[in-house]
């Protein structure tokens, strides 16, 4: 059942993140992205990480996702004022995104599977131990990215101002 699972959402995975880059409408793009950050945390909870399944439901999907929702609500983006592409522009993307897709089969063609990983604890990505790591060993990598995350949020707040008295 689980093997089941994990096939059905990495390809939801895949699907939605195809989706990501070719649906036209940015809205229709960002709720794709939605789609495809739950079904990572999907992954995250078959592996028994289900803190970090919700901090990346909390941090990906909601906050960031709306902020990204808000910015392509606020650019007003439409296609008459968008340039078109020549068809030149667009010859040299399909033919640089061949030699990437050249690029990662030749790099992975030689690459063997990993061994599975022993798992000794199997409450190894519960909030509880998670939380005495990083309280106990962690304080102050944790707190300075406390203290950075407060001053990139002043910052936005300032950026955001149109105007400073």
Do not use: W
Request: glycine share 6%; proline share 3%; with cysteine.
């Amino acid at each position: 059942m689980t093997i089941y699972l994990f096939y059905f959402l990495s390809f939801l995975a895949i699907l939605c993140g195809l989706m990501v880059i070719l649906e036209k409408n940015p809205i229709h793009s960002v709720l794709y992205l939605v789609i495809t950050f739950f079904a990572i945390a999907g992954h995250y909870i078959l592996l028994n990480a289900q803190f970090l399944a919700a901090v990346h439901i909390i941090v990906y999907a909601g906050a960031i996702m709306v902020l990204f929702l808000f910015v392509i609500m606020l650019l007003n983006l439409n296609k008459e004022a968008e340039p078109h592409k020549s068809n030149l522009v667009k010859f040299a993307a399909v033919i640089s995104a061949g030699l990437l897709l050249i690029v990662l089969v030749a790099a992975l063609r030689g690459t063997t599977a990993l061994p599975a990983p022993v798992t000794t604890d199997a409450e190894m990505g519960l909030v509880k131990n998670l939380g005495k790591v990083l309280f106990n060993q962690f304080l102050l990598p944790f707190e300075t990215a406390s203290l950075l995350f407060l001053a990139a949020m002043v910052g936005a707040v300032m950026l955001g101002k149109r105007d400073i008295k």
